[in-house]
């Protein structure tokens, strides 16, 4: 499976972002699908997930009420929407795949994008 993420960019504090992730090569609805995201000089962070069928989601407890994750399996699309973003949601978030139903664990995850940057100005 190949995954491409788009639709970062730099937006004010408060401000929201539509991430995106398109996914080829596979069959995409038999994987759970993620955000993590990386800032400067840090570990790479779950985000959030969602199960193969879309029933199932979890976020991060600093996400929780701001990012929604979906998925549509028609289209091998994931989305993250990201409302009253913060400066310290600056990082390059990236999606990626997991044979699993969810797991928070980066490394449960075989199939990687490239990552987009968020930038969020105070």
């Known amino acids: 499976v190949q995954l491409q993420a788009s639709g970062g960019g730099l937006v004010q504090a408060g401000g929201s972002l539509r991430l995106s992730c398109a996914a080829s090569g596979g069959t995409f609805s038999r994987y759970g699908m993620g955000w993590f995201r990386q800032a400067p000089g840090k570990e790479r962070e779950f985000v959030a997930v969602?199960?193969?069928?879309?029933?199932?989601?979890y976020y991060a407890d600093f996400v929780k009420g701001r990012f929604t994750i979906s998925r549509d399996n028609a289209k091998a699309t994931v989305l993250l929407r990201m409302n009253g973003l913060k400066p310290e949601d600056t990082a390059v978030y990236y999606c990626?795949?997991?044979?699993?139903?969810?797991?928070?664990?980066?490394?449960?995850?075989?199939?990687w994008g490239q990552g987009t940057q968020v930038t969020v100005s105070s």
């Open positions: 969602i199960s193969w069928s879309g029933g199932n989601t």
């Open positions: 990626a795949g997991t044979r699993l139903v969810v797991d928070t664990r980066s490394s449960e995850y075989a199939y």
